[in-house]
C-alpha cells in the first residue's frame, strides 16, 4: 500500500510540476491581474498541501545537486527550469535596440531593485505598478528567462525617453551589444552575493537544501555557478564599460548609502530632463526596501512554484549582507575572489577593501 501510495504520489506530483509551468511561461501567469495571480497562488498552496507528505519524504532521500538543476549554453550554467535551450538561445541572439535599457547583475545584486529604479525614473516617478496591480515581470522582460513577458511583446515605458527595461543576468561575452542601447550594471560584495544566493536556493527548495560545502562549491566554480562565477561576471563588464560608454556600472552598497544620489546617477545615465525635487522624492520614495517589501507582489523575482510560494522579495536587503556569513566561509570566498581577480583592473582595493586584503 505504501509503495502504491507513493507512486500515485509522483505521477501527482509530475502532474502538478507540468501544470505550474505551463501556467507561468510567458505571461500566463504574469499577465494576470493580482487577484488572478491571487488564486493562482491559492490552487498552488492547496496542491503543496495535499503533496506535503510525498515531498517531505522526497526531501529526505535527496538534497539538490547543482550538477542537475542546470543547463548549459557556450560554456555558462544557467537555472533549469527558469531558462531552457532555447530562451538562452534566444536571448543571446536578441538585437539590442537604441530604447533598450538593460539592467544587468550576477544573481542576487540587486537586479529588480535597480529595475524599478529605472521605471520610476522614466515616468518621473509617478509609475502605476502598484496602483494597477501590475507585476514588473508584465512589463520588463527576463531576456533569457522563460517567465516574463516575452522581449517582443513587452511595451516601451516612459514619455520622455521611451524605453524598453530588460533585466538580464548574462556575462558580458553574451550580453547582445548595440552602441545605442543603455546598460545599467549593478556589482555586490561578493560575499553579500553568496548569502543570498543561499537564502534564494534554500527559499526555494525547501527542506532539499544542501549543505553549505555544496554552496560554495557552486558559487566558485565556473563550470557550476549560473551565469558564471562572481569574479568573471563583475570583471567582464568592468571591462565592458571602461571601453563603452553606454554602460553604467555601479555597486549595490552606494545604493543602499545614498538612494537619492543613485536616482539622479540614472536619470543622467539615461539622458532625461533632471528630476525636480518632488520627482526625486517619489521615485525614492517608491524605491525604499520597506517600499518594496509591502508590496513584494508587484515585484516577484519568479512564479510561484510547488515548494515555494510565500518567499519574502528581500530576506535582509542590508549593504552588509556578508556579515551573516561564518567567518570561515567568510574568509574562503574573499581569498578565492582576490586571487581570481588579480591582474584584473577591477578596483577590489577601492570597491571592497576588505576582500582586497585578503591577498
Not at 517567465?147 to 530588460?166: D, F, H, M, T, Y
Not at 517608491?286 to 512564479?303: A, G, I, L, T
Request: hydrophobic share 45%; aromatic share 10%.
Amino acid at each position: 500500500i505504501a509503495v502504491s501510495l507513493y507512486v500515485l504520489g509522483t505521477v501527482y506530483l509530475a502532474l502538478v510540476l507540468r501544470w505550474e509551468d505551463e501556467r507561468t511561461v510567458g505571461l500566463a501567469y504574469y499577465g494576470l491581474d493580482q487577484a488572478g495571480r491571487d488564486r493562482f497562488k491559492r490552487r498552488l498552496r492547496l496542491h503543496a498541501f495535499l503533496l506535503a507528505p510525498l515531498l517531505s519524504v522526497n526531501s529526505r532521500l535527496a538534497k539538490v545537486d547543482f550538477r542537475r538543476v542546470r543547463i548549459r549554453h557556450r560554456d555558462v550554467s544557467f537555472p533549469a527550469g527558469s531558462c531552457d535551450a532555447s530562451s538562452t538561445a534566444r536571448a543571446e541572439a536578441y538585437a539590442a535596440r537604441p530604447e533598450d535599457v538593460f539592467v544587468v547583475t550576477q544573481m542576487k545584486c540587486g537586479t529588480t531593485w535597480m529595475e524599478h529604479i529605472v521605471y520610476e525614473v522614466l515616468h518621473r516617478g509617478s509609475g502605476n505598478l502598484v496602483a494597477t496591480g501590475t507585476a514588473l515581470y508584465a512589463v520588463a522582460p527576463w531576456l533569457e528567462g522563460r517567465k516574463s513577458v516575452p522581449v517582443e511583446q513587452a511595451p516601451v515605458l516612459g514619455a520622455e525617453r521611451p524605453s524598453r527595461i530588460i533585466k538580464t543576468h548574462l556575462p558580458a561575452q553574451l550580453c547582445p551589444s548595440s552602441p545605442d542601447a543603455r546598460y545599467i550594471y549593478v556589482a555586490r560584495h561578493p560575499v553579500s552575493c553568496f548569502a543570498s544566493c543561499v537564502d534564494f536556493v534554500a527559499t526555494n527548495v525547501g527542506a532539499m537544501a544542501p549543505a553549505m560545502p555544496a554552496y560554495e562549491e557552486w558559487f566558485r566554480s565556473a563550470d557550476l555557478m549560473w551565469w558564471g562565477t562572481w569574479t568573471g561576471h563583475v570583471r567582464g563588464w568592468w571591462d565592458r564599460s571602461r571601453h563603452d560608454r553606454n554602460v553604467l556600472f555601479v555597486y549595490f552598497e552606494d545604493m543602499k548609502r545614498d538612494l537619492p544620489r543613485m536616482v539622479r546617477r540614472v536619470a543622467e545615465f539615461l539622458g532625461v530632463a533632471p528630476l525636480s525635487e518632488a520627482e526625486l522624492a517619489r521615485v525614492v520614495e517608491k524605491c525604499r526596501f520597506d517600499y518594496m517589501q509591502k508590496h513584494q507582489d508587484n515585484f516577484e523575482m519568479h512564479p510561484p512554484h510547488i515548494l515555494q510560494t510565500n518567499a519574502a522579495l528581500f530576506v535582509r536587503g542590508t549593504a552588509e549582507r556578508h556579515k551573516d556569513v561564518p567567518d570561515d566561509a567568510r574568509q574562503r570566498i574573499m581569498a578565492w575572489a582576490a586571487a581570481d581577480l588579480a591582474g584584473s583592473d577591477f578596483p577590489l582595493a577601492q570597491a571592497y577593501p576588505d576582500v582586497a586584503a585578503t591577498t
